[in-house]
């Protein structure tokens, strides 16, 4: 099956990735509102009634800012690292709410989701690939050098933002 890949906003106003594939889907940050997320998914054909979990970066506001809205109103899982959590002010439902750590899969339906750390000024911050049948794309987003762990992780992607 093919990997469906859509940039929902990058910049410093917002940054949100989607990548599906069979009606499931995973978000990597919600830097926007609930309802920019959604008009802006919906211009594109997407439903974030298919989206399995959310995956925060780090917890600058411009990653986080729809996530706590998002994850109670469609009921969707957000997974976090303690620290990205601890300074982000998110108060997220605990049943919600997915521990995170670097350099372990995720394993979300089809998806295959690894995080690992990156070099960036946040407390925990972090880069994801995420595969599914055979094709992994990768989110690396604010990147303050291409450490080793980026090389490594940017090889392996048939696609990335």
């Known amino acids: 099956m093919a990997l469906h890949l ?20 995973v978000l990597v940050d919600a830097g926007l509102s609930c309802r ?28 986080i800012k729809g996530a706590e809205v998002l994850s109670k109103k469609y009921r ?30 995720i394993e979300i339906g089809g ?4 995080p690992f750390r990156k070099s960036h000024d946040a407390a925990e911050p972090h880069s994801f690939t ?8 990768g989110v690396f987003t604010d990147i303050g050098t291409a450490c080793v762990e980026l090389v490594r992780h940017l090889k392996q992607c048939h696609a990335a933002f």
């Open 6 to 25: 859509a940039s929902i906003n990058s910049g410093s106003n917002g940054n949100c990735y989607y990548i599906g594939s069979g009606g499931e889907s």
């Open 36 to 63: 920019m997320t959604e008009r802006r998914m919906m211009n594109l054909g997407l439903s974030l009634r298919n989206v399995k979990a959310i995956f925060i970066s780090h917890e600058h506001t411009d990653h």
């Open 76 to 105: 969707i899982p957000v997974y976090i690292s303690e620290k990205t959590y601890r300074y982000s002010r998110l108060n997220l439902e605990e049943e919600l709410m997915r521990p995170m750590a670097s350099c372990r899969e």
């Open 111 to 114: 998806f295959t989701v690894s």
């Open 130 to 137: 995420v595969s599914h049948g055979g094709v992994t794309a």
